[in-house]
């Protein structure tokens, strides 16, 4: 067994931490290090097995050595600037990914949400501009996640993380995954945006049907709405094709991209379809920090080596391996519900909550994931290969089984 977090030194790291940061994260108590590939290693030299990716970001692994390489040299000649001067990797990057999307330009921010906060700017803009003032409201998905922002909070559609900071932005509705009749009733002549994750990922990892997103472009192209695309998690070759609409065929009229696009460096991006342009003309939005040079220059070596590394082939072939050794896991287990999944982002949803199991994962080895409580989700590096995938299940396989045990004698204690 392993004794992570026990070096004095990490222990007064672990001190500091719950003394000064707030108490926002459940954190596990061990200090890591450095990373290497798909591996992790804490202050006394363990190692684990990296199967969450800095829930999504580090898609190249840790340490890769091109993304050392572009940092050092960028971070040596220019690391930020105001985004009012012209610096090489803005541009490029943007042309790379309208290029791979479609898509024709582009807004750059640091993080997920504050570039959710962009596209609910854009469409409002667009409703009141083109259309009348009362185009203002957003459909949304039940269960879905955009982010922790006020605007990116108040399209989130789990009451749980809005309950304690009502009233967020006005004219947002909820329909649920999958309920095409409630679509419909939802989106009218008022409606701005749909704005959907083409594979939810936070509220448990359902991908949408091709049937519900082709319905969700029909009604927004009937209603003059923008249809919005949260790929944040699902894009950029998560899924095994550089954005996960790909699968269906819909397109968007906005794309969000956001956690690996920066090669870990905070980066996101707001992509619009030629009509939308010049919706947010000079002086209507704004990040100090967004699309910086450091940023921009990572963003076009991941890219690089997603195609060089031929990558999207290896998120395709290991993630159908990983879903196939997870529905049999599911298959056999009395504690398991269902494996799902699309790329290399699966999950395994469990009967029970999983922060024991995860806990316990660690202390062998293994780092997992789990969202609304008892979904096992997986969100590793796309350089994972089967033995990795081996690797995990053969200490996941034996935790599952002595957790279904113990739920069996505490049944059989309750029965006597
Ligand atoms: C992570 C995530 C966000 C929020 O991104 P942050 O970088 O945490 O602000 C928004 N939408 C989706 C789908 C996400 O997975």
Redo the contacts with the bound molecule.
């Keep these: 067994m392993r004794r992570f977090g026990q070096s004095a030194a990490a222990q007064a790291i672990l001190r500091r931490d719950s003394e000064y940061l707030l108490p926002v994260y459940a954190r596990f108590p061990v200090v890591m290090e450095r990373g290497e590939g798909v591996y992790l290693f804490d202050g006394s030299g363990n190692r684990y097995l990296d199967m969450m990716a800095g ?2 970001v580090n898609a190249l692994g840790h340490a890769h050595p091109r993304m050392v390489q572009a940092t050092a040299d960028q971070a040596a000649k220019l690391v930020h600037l105001s985004p009012q001067y012209c610096t090489p990797y803005a541009g490029e990057l943007a042309e790379r990914l309208c290029s791979l999307s479609g898509m024709a330009g582009a807004f750059y921010s ?7 906060e962009g596209a609910l700017k854009l469409a409002r803009a667009f409703g009141k501009e083109n259309f009348h003032p009362g185009k203002m409201r957003v459909v949304s998905l039940l269960g ?6 006020y605007g ?1 909070l108040s399209v ?1 559609g789990q009451a749980k993380y809005r309950d304690d900071f009502e009233p967020g932005l006005p004219g947002v509705d909820f329909a649920p995954r999958e309920d095409i009749e409630a679509l419909r009733a939802m989106v009218s002549d008022d409606t701005c945006a749909i704005l959907l ?1 083409t594979v ?3 509220g448990g990892v359902y991908e949408l049907s091709r049937d519900f997103l082709q319905e969700a472009r029909r009604l927004a192209d009937k209603h003059h709405a923008l249809l919005i695309l ?5 894009g950029l070759g998560r899924t095994g094709k550089w954005f996960a609409y790909e699968h269906s065929g819909v397109k968007p009229d906005v794309l ?1 991209l ?2 690996p696009l920066g090669g870990g460096l ?1 980066l ?1 991006a707001l992509l619009v379809n030629a009509d939308l342009f010049h919706v947010l003309g000079l002086g209507k939005h704004g990040s100090t920090l967004g699309g910086s040079p450091l940023a921009c220059r990572l963003g076009l070596e991941f890219l690089d080596v997603v195609e060089d590394e031929r990558l999207l082939d290896r998120v395709t072939d290991t993630g159908l391996y990983l879903k196939q050794r997870l529905q049999a896991l599911a298959a056999s287990s009395d504690i398991a519900v269902e494996a799902r999944g699309v790329g290399l982002l699966q999950a395994l949803e469990l009967t029970l909550p999983g922060r024991p199991m995860a806990e316990e994962a660690l202390r062998q080895g293994l780092m997992l994931n789990f969202v609304q409580g008892s979904v096992m989700r997986f969100l590793p590096a796309f350089l994972l290969e089967r033995s990795h995938v081996n690797a995990a299940m053969g200490i996941l396989e034996p935790l599952m089984e002595r957790a279904a045990e113990t739920i069996q004698r505490e049944v059989l204690v309750a029965a006597r």
């Excluded at 640091?110 to 959710?116: D, I, K, P, W």
């Excluded at 879905?144 to 922002?149: E, L, P, V």
């Excluded at 949260?230 to 699902?234: N, T």
């Design positions: 829930l999504g640091t993080g997920g949400s504050e570039a959710v879905s996640y955009h982010g922790r922002t990116s989130t994750e939810l990922g936070e949260d790929e944040i998690q699902c969000i956001g956690k905070p996101s």
